[in-house]
């Protein structure tokens, strides 16, 4: 495996359903990111990780839990989810956090397409 | 607030025919701003980042330039192969989160 992987790629879920998604990044970065993309509107950055600590967390409903056990993979935890939660969401992985002086790249994965019924 | 609008929101041209999208941007001094490609079904796929007014990179049949209210990126000779949404980011000297617009839809027809 190469890049930045996600698993699944398709999850259709009901609002009583508890579901994780996966991602694992094989680049050696030590800052992993989680994204919303719904239809129309701009990447939505969520939750941001270095090294394995959490450093941002964009007022995310409860619903969503993220969990970053090293640094190579990230899971986000879903429960009780509403149906405007349905979009892409976007895992991704930078060399570093970008701190004052320096900026890196974030590198995506395919995201996983979720459709909560 | 930071701010990044990108235009047109969907382009068709021609096989051959080059063209460019825009990026305007607002942001509390500038760190990067990054230009992504994001086919359908899939992840933005990095492609430039640019630091500072009058850089430029390429690749391939893409240029990005920049200038300290907007970024272009030029397509020269597209061929089908080169649509996809492009998409723009924005990162302030403040923080490390990156600021993304909307995106532009790119269509290159034979």
């Known amino acids: 495996e190469t890049g930045v992987t996600q698993t699944p790629r398709h999850l259709v879920m009901g609002m009583t359903n508890k579901k994780s998604l996966k991602c694992e990044q094989h680049?050696?970065?030590?800052?992993m990111y989680w994204y919303k993309q719904s239809a129309k509107k701009p990447l939505e950055l969520m939750f941001v990780?270095?090294?394995?600590?959490?450093?941002e967390n964009n007022s995310v409903p409860s619903r969503f839990s993220p969990e970053c056990p090293n640094s190579s993979h990230l899971f986000l935890h879903l429960h009780t989810l509403q149906p405007e939660d349905s979009a892409l969401y976007l895992c991704?992985?930078?060399?570093?956090?970008?701190?004052?002086?320096?900026?890196?790249?974030?590198?995506f994965g395919p995201g996983t397409r979720l459709t909560v019924t | 607030e930071d701010q990044v609008t990108q235009s047109p929101e969907a382009l068709r041209l021609q096989e051959g025919e080059s063209s460019s999208l825009n990026c305007s941007y607002t942001?509390?001094?500038?760190?990067?701003l990054f230009w992504y490609r994001q086919d359908p079904g899939k992840g933005p796929e990095f492609l430039f980042t640019?630091?500072?007014a009058g850089e430029e990179k390429e690749k391939e049949r893409l240029k990005a330039t920049l200038t300290k209210k907007e970024s272009f990126l030029h397509i020269t000779a597209p061929k089908p192969e080169d649509s996809a949404t492009y998409l723009c980011?924005?990162?302030?000297?403040?923080?490390?989160?990156?600021?993304f617009g909307k995106g532009t839809s790119l269509l290159v027809t034979p």
């Open positions: 991704a992985s930078s060399q570093y956090l970008s701190r004052s002086g320096s900026s890196y790249e974030q590198y």
């Open positions: 680049l050696g970065h030590n800052a």
């Open positions: 990780y270095s090294l394995e600590e959490r450093v």
């Open positions: 942001v509390s001094g500038l760190r990067g």
């Open positions: 640019l630091y500072s």
């Open positions: 980011a924005v990162q302030a000297n403040s923080g490390y989160a990156l600021n």
